[in-house]
């Protein structure tokens, strides 16, 4: 069981928008900043979202990220059949003293 | 251009030992903190070790506490990560992942493969 909470599947048509959630503890999202990882089929992750809502240079803007209390949210839209991918979002808690990562969301594009 | 570049891994028996390695170039190495990232197949992300730019503070998670030590030479480039006592649940990819402040696991290795059976 993982410390941040995930749904395990999305899934949304092309053009349309999604959201993927992340819910935590006071321990991690209530106090720290997140960051979302994308990972494309076979390939290694990538950094989408950091500082809970600042995009790395190349990842477009319909791509955001929010936080609220203790949990964070992921929102594509104009999704697109190229973000069909795993997404994680990771956070620093400070009981655990270490990074803690969701299970992971599987987004389809149908 | 920045590269992590992993190696070490393979095939070890239960209560086994690993070195793994990770070379850094396209940015100044010293001027991170590095962490270590695995991947079980079919699975998630897990989050194993990180290490301070100096080498003098570490945390690890739980389940390799004792067991994997994260060190780095910076003279080198270089992040390592010793495993002592694999087991089976310690098969993975694992990757070598650099943080810029306030940009945490802001550039990913391509991972390097351990696989831990009899």
């Known amino acids: 069981q993982s410390v941040l909470t995930q749904p395990p599947s999305a899934s949304g048509t092309p053009g349309q928008r999604v959201t993927i959630s992340c819910s935590g503890s006071?321990?991690?999202?209530?106090?720290?900043?997140v960051n979302w990882c994308q990972q494309l089929p076979g390939t290694a992750p990538k950094l989408l979202i950091y500082n809970n809502d600042q995009r790395p240079s190349g990842v477009p803007d319909r791509i955001s990220g929010s936080k609220s209390g203790t949990s964070a949210s992921l929102a594509i839209s104009g999704l697109q059949s190229e973000d069909e991918a795993d997404y994680y979002c990771?956070?620093?808690?400070?009981?655990?003293?270490?990074?803690?990562f969701g299970g992971g969301t599987k987004l389809t594009v149908l | 251009e920045v590269q992590l570049v992993e190696s070490g891994g393979g095939l070890v028996q239960p209560g086994g030992s690993l070195r793994l390695s990770c070379t850094a170039s396209g940015f100044t190495f010293s001027n991170h903190w590095m962490s270590w990232v695995r991947q079980a197949p079919g699975k998630g992300l897990e989050w194993v070790a990180n290490?301070?730019?100096?080498?003098?503070?570490?945390y690890s998670v739980d389940s390799v506490k004792g067991r994997f030590t994260i060190y780095r030479d910076n003279a080198k480039n270089s992040l390592y990560l010793q495993m002592n006592s694999l087991r089976a649940e310690d098969t993975a990819v694992y990757y070598c992942v650099r943080h810029t402040t306030g940009s945490p696991f802001d550039f990913w290795g391509q991972g390097t493969l351990v696989t831990v059976s009899s």
């Open positions: 006071s321990s991690n999202i209530g106090r720290n900043t």
């Open positions: 290490i301070r730019q100096d080498g003098n503070e570490k």
């Open positions: 990771a956070v620093w808690d400070d009981s655990l003293n270490g990074w803690v």
